[in-house]
């Protein structure tokens, strides 16, 4: 029976994490969580990267949804300049998810 104790403490721990990564930092991740990060590009709209927090750059890309947003980061977009690399081999769906979220809550 003793053996059952440490079981049930690990499990917890596990369904603490779990939990946890519901609440991805989006802001973080823009910043650092992919190389190059989406900031190196987004933060200044290098080239014809749509700016963050620049309305008129983001509102026709908005309208496809979030779940279109996300599959193009993760494909990359190859033949746009500066091409935006496929960011799905760098980081989850769900952090892309986060990440966008953040960068379409800085746009009014
Ligand atoms: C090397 C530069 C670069 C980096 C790094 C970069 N992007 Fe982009 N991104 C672009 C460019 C350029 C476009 C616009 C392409 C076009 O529409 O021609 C774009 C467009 C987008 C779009 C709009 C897609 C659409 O359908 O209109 C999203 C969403 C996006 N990027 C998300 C991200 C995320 C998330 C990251 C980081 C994980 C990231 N980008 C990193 C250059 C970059």
């Known amino acids: 029976m003793k053996r059952l104790i440490p079981l049930a403490g690990a499990m917890g721990i596990a369904l603490i994490t779990g939990s946890n990564a519901h609440a991805l930092d989006g802001e973080a991740l823009y910043n650092t969580g992919t190389n190059p990060p989406c ?17 008129d750059d983001w509102a026709e890309r908005a309208e496809q949804g979030i ?3 996300v599959a193009t980061a993760q494909d990359g977009i190859p033949d746009a300049s500066p091409p935006m690399p496929p960011m799905g081999p760098q980081a989850s769906e769900e952090e892309l998810r986060a990440i966008i979220e953040y960068m379409l809550s800085q746009i009014d």
């Open 39 to 55: 900031a190196a590009c987004h933060r200044q709209g290098q080239g014809d990267t749509p700016e963050t927090g620049n309305t």
């Open 67 to 69: 779940d279109a947003l």
